[in-house]
Antibody, heavy 119, light 107 residues
Framework: EVQLVESGGGLVQPGGSLRLSCAAS????????MYWVRQAPGKGLVWVSR????????SDADSVKGRFTISRDNAKNTLYLQLNSLTAEDTAVYYC????????????WGQGTLVTVSS | DIQMTQSPSSVSASVGDRVTITCRAS??????LAWYQQQPGKAPKLLIY???SLQSGVPSRFSGSGSETDFTLTISSLQPEDFATYYC?????????FGGGTKVEIK
């Protein structure tokens, strides 16, 4: 069974940092592109960052470029998102998602981890 | 970025009703369109990929159609567990983008 389990969310002050983790199991993690997608309270889904299978190529949404860093450790089957210089606009549930490149869809999602940026 | 526009933003329906949700892309995306269902407090769940292919395990009352700029998700006979928010997503061009969502509410 495919499982994606996020952790690392919480309450952080503006300007602070967090590192999110996503532990993957039940599938060959190193064979899949992975994404972080976020959802602000009461809002829709927005992609944040993506990473290719071996971690050599990443992309970030303009809203987080230069502040967030996606990475992965294929030996540990874990995806990461380092969040720096956080603002209130970054408050959201962050989901890790497995991207199925053959069909262009996210076929498995984690349960999400809530990041709240507030003083 | 390709803009995805869903309509309606919400719909009230009864159990057994046929419900249709529309998604329009700001430019042609071939069939690179997926649909997701999100229950409150839960992660999205893939329903349809490649515009019309049913994800494994998804009930056959869900169907998708369309190509290029105009797409529809149809629920043929609404069940109690179908009351949720539905999102479309395009992956024809980077970055992937989602529609704003359609909330299906109990009438």
């Amino acid at each position: 069974e495919v499982q994606l389990v996020e952790s690392g969310g919480g309450l952080v002050q503006p300007g602070g940092s967090l590192r999110l983790s996503c532990a993957a199991s039940g599938f060959p993690f190193s064979s899949y592109w992975m994404y972080w997608v976020r959802q602000a309270p009461g809002k829709g889904l927005v992609w944040v960052s993506r990473i290719n299978t071996d971690g050599s190529a990443t992309s970030d949404a303009d809203s987080v470029k230069g502040r967030f860093t996606i990475s992965r450790d294929n030996a540990k089957n874990t995806l990461y998102l380092q969040l720096n210089s956080l603002t209130a606009e970054d408050t959201a549930v962050y989901y890790c998602a497995r991207f199925q490149t053959t069909v262009g869809a996210f076929d498995n999602w984690g349960q999400g981890t809530l990041v709240t940026v507030s003083s | 970025d390709i803009q995805m526009t869903q309509s309606p933003s919400s719909v009230s329906a009864s159990v057994g009703d046929r419900v249709t949700i529309t998604c329009r892309a700001s430019q042609g995306i071939s069939s690179w369109l997926a649909w997701y269902q999100q229950q409150p407090g839960k992660a999205p769940k893939l329903l349809i990929y490649a515009a019309s292919s049913l994800q494994s395990g998804v009930p056959s009352r869900f169907s998708g159609s369309g190509s290029e700029t105009d797409f529809t998700l149809t629920i043929s006979s609404l069940q109690p567990e179908d009351f949720a928010t539905y999102y479309c997503q395009q992956s024809n061009a980077f970055p992937t983008t989602f529609g704003g969502g359609t909330k299906v509410e109990i009438k």
